[in-house]
């Protein structure tokens, strides 16, 4: 491994060390990725838009505050080299930012970003499983493009970073369901009790017991669970009462 | 959850999900195959490790596959010859290469919230752990690890779950937690599997399955196609209980079990008796 690699696998390290420190705080493993990706190939700044599972809300960081603010209004202008390399899926290398072409494309991204002092801007594509969730864009001077070692191994950057987000949101999503499914059961089993006490505290039928349970709820906007809980705790003793 | 429809519509039904687990594990295969691709191009570790974790993926979701085509299989006799219905645990078992297995889900505070078995004695070895709360199964969700037991072990570990145990005729239990990332759901126990790492291997990939796919996953059927027993006249009979003797929930469950327990009967037909007036406890 030449040392720009390993520096890209101490990044790597970084990022996958975070996710699992705390799975579900993606703000700071893009803030990671940013700042990993600007040490790296020693741009001037980074910028990176993530779409966790291809759908809004578009999340954005970068390298400093007016980058951070030059993110979220790209992704709200949908304009600028990050957005088309996040929607076409293809990698815009070494773009002049202020010529022609770009702010005809670009008229509100363009002129933000040369009035930042950047000349030059590679944007690459995250990839997800099925296709990009976010791209990561690369700030070099004017007069100073990414070098041709940096250009091979930045699309390797952006690979990895893809699948480290997409890992990450696929153990946060776990995590979600591990506990509405916690949830469920847990309603279950207090719903289940609950209609035991009302049963045997009103001499009824588990159903009239239920129906009553359920009739509380209703007419007073509860959730079942909720007013189950207070009967398995000793409280509503009102409930189903003459 | 369960399928509605013919019995004939439901096995059509896992089919579909099978498929897709499939293409799911077909989707990480290729993706496997670009990382080792890439990483003989350019050496180094990198893409390497990711060709693991997509072949980890791959084969998770491969795993599932198998699972629900097994419980498709099943389903389809099923609706061609009646009977009793198939158990989706069936296929749990001899993925595991086990003569039996069960599945516990725990709440937060590890307290048992359902259950899923393959037959009779792993059915009545769950439920030891869920009357005695002491087991393998409780011992692998505490410490997060495999938990493997034989023989004499099992007396001499759990001085009540382990004759009583080897009364059923277990010899040889294998208890993996269902987990991924920070949770941890539940358990899986594997009986009768060889003690061996192969065995652990097998069964802790099993448990992965279950864990992100088949009770997580996007398309999760937490309920196991009705296979789940969510003990829901075990905790009736507790609420009924609690009136009775004027105690609290947690209380009156536990004499729930300690009958169970002394008169050596399955506590779902103890609560039956409760419920129905049969019982009364105290």
Redesign the interface.
């Known amino acids: 491994?030449t040392l720009r690699?390993q520096e890209?696998?101490a990044v790597?390290a970084e990022l996958t060390g975070g996710a699992?420190r705390d799975?579900l705080d993606t703000q700071a493993l893009l803030a990671t990725l940013a700042e990993g990706g600007r040490r790296l190939f020693h741009a001037r700044g980074a910028k990176v838009a993530y779409v966790p599972g291809g759908h809004s809300p578009v999340l954005t960081d970068g390298t400093d505050p007016s980058l951070g603010s030059l993110a979220a209004d790209a992704a709200r202008w949908e304009e600028g080299a990050g957005y088309d390399a996040r929607t076409t899926g293809c990698a815009l290398v070494d773009v002049d930012v202020a010529a022609r072409s770009a702010r005809l494309r670009w008229p509100r991204w363009s002129p933000r970003a040369t009035a930042l002092g950047f000349g030059r801007a590679t944007a690459l594509p995250l990839q997800g499983?099925?296709g990009q969730v976010g791209a990561l864009v690369l700030f070099t001077a004017p007069d100073k493009p990414l070098d041709e070692e940096a250009l091979a191994l930045v699309r390797?950057f952006a690979e990895?970073a893809g699948?480290t987000l997409t890992?990450q949101r696929e153990?946060?999503e776990?995590?979600v369901?591990?506990?509405q499914?916690?949830h469920?059961?847990?309603s279950?089993?207090?719903v289940?009790?609950?209609?035991?006490?009302?049963?045997?505290?009103h001499g009824l039928s588990?159903d009239e017991a239920f129906a009553g349970l359920r009739g509380y709820a209703r007419s007073h906007r509860r959730k079942l669970a909720d007013v189950a809980r207070e009967v398995?705790e000793?409280q509503l003793p009102e409930l189903l009462a003459q | 959850m369960t399928l509605g429809g013919s019995s004939a519509e439901q096995a059509a039904a896992v089919w579909q999900r099978a498929a897709r687990a499939r293409e799911r594990a077909d989707?990480e295969l290729r993706?496997v195959r670009e990382c080792e691709d890439?990483a003989r191009e350019?050496?180094?570790?990198?893409h390497v490790r990711?060709a693991h974790?997509h072949q980890a993926s791959a084969r998770r979701h491969e795993l599932t596959a198998q699972l629900l085509e097994s419980h498709a299989r099943r389903a389809a006799r099923w609706a061609d010859t009646g009977g009793r219905p198939p158990l989706f645990m069936t296929g749990v078992a001899e993925a595991c290469g086990a003569d039996s297995a069960a599945v516990t889900?725990v709440?937060?505070d590890r307290n048992q919230?359902?259950a899923a078995s393959s037959d009779e004695p792993s059915r009545a070895a769950q439920e030891l752990e869920y009357i005695l709360g002491e087991g393998p199964a409780r011992d692998a969700v505490r410490n997060r690890c495999a938990v493997v037991a034989s023989g004499g072990v099992l007396a001499g570990r759990w001085p009540g779950y382990g004759p009583a145990a080897e009364g059923l005729g277990i010899g040889h239990v294998l208890a993996v937690p269902l987990q991924?990332?920070?949770?941890c759901?539940g358990a899986l126990a594997a009986f009768g599997v060889r003690s061996d790492a192969a065995s652990t291997t097998t069964v802790t990939q099993v448990a992965d399955s279950l864990?992100?796919n088949v009770?997580?996953?996007a398309d999760?059927v937490?309920g196991l196609f009705g296979g789940i027993d969510?003990r829901?006249?075990v905790?009736?009979?507790?609420?009924?209980?609690?009136?009775?003797l004027g105690c609290?929930?947690p209380d009156a469950l536990e004499l729930v079990k300690v009958r169970a327990f002394a008169d050596s009967r399955p506590i779902g037909d103890i609560a039956q008796d409760i419920?129905q007036g049969r019982l009364r406890l105290g």
Do not use: N
């Open positions: 491994m690699e890209v696998a790597f699992a799975p499983r099925s390797l990895v699948h890992l153990l946060s776990t995590q369901l591990a506990g499914l916690e469920a059961l847990s279950r089993v207090v289940e009790q609950a209609k035991g006490i009302l049963a045997a505290r588990l398995t000793g | 989707r993706l890439l350019r050496g180094g570790d990198l990711l974790i889900l709440d937060i919230i359902a991924s990332a920070d949770s759901i864990t992100r009770f997580l996953g999760a937490p969510y829901a006249e905790h009736q009979a507790a609420g009924m209980v609690a009136v009775q609290r929930i419920v």
